[in-house]
Nanobody, 127 residues
């Protein structure tokens, strides 16, 4: 049973930074594509960023390019999302997700190919 636990969310002023972490347990996910998604109440969940198993390939939503950075530490079975220059529109619950796709057999991948999800962490950006 894979468990993903996010941490690092909180309240920050516009222009500030936060670093989210996602710790995986249950089995190693070091060969799997990992991603971050977010959802604001009343809106659909949207893709934020993804990273391949080596960390050498990343993919970002246009809305966060140049401001967010996804990374991973396979030794710690952990994925990170560094968020800089935060805007009020970044306010959402952020979810970590793990895909069934290993070794970049497909890249990039749709949201439907993420099988495991964390419980989410709230990020609130005040103006």
């Amino acid at each position: 049973q894979v468990q993903l636990v996010e941490s690092g969310g909180g309240l920050v002023q516009a222009g500030g930074s936060l670093r989210l972490s996602c710790a995986a347990s249950g089995r190693t996910l070091s060969r799997n594509i990992m991603g971050w998604f977010r959802q604001d109440p009343g809106k659909e969940r949207e893709f934020v960023a993804a990273i391949n198993w080596t960390g050498g390939r990343t993919d970002y939503a246009d809305s966060v390019k140049g401001r967010f950075t996804i990374s991973r530490d396979n030794a710690k079975n952990t994925v990170y999302l560094q968020m800089n220059s935060l805007k009020p529109e970044d306010t959402a619950v952020y979810y970590c997700a793990a895909s069934r796709v290993r070794y970049d057999s497909r890249w990039p991948i749709p949201a439907q190919e993420y099988d495991y999800w964390g419980q989410g962490t709230q990020v609130t950006v005040s103006s």
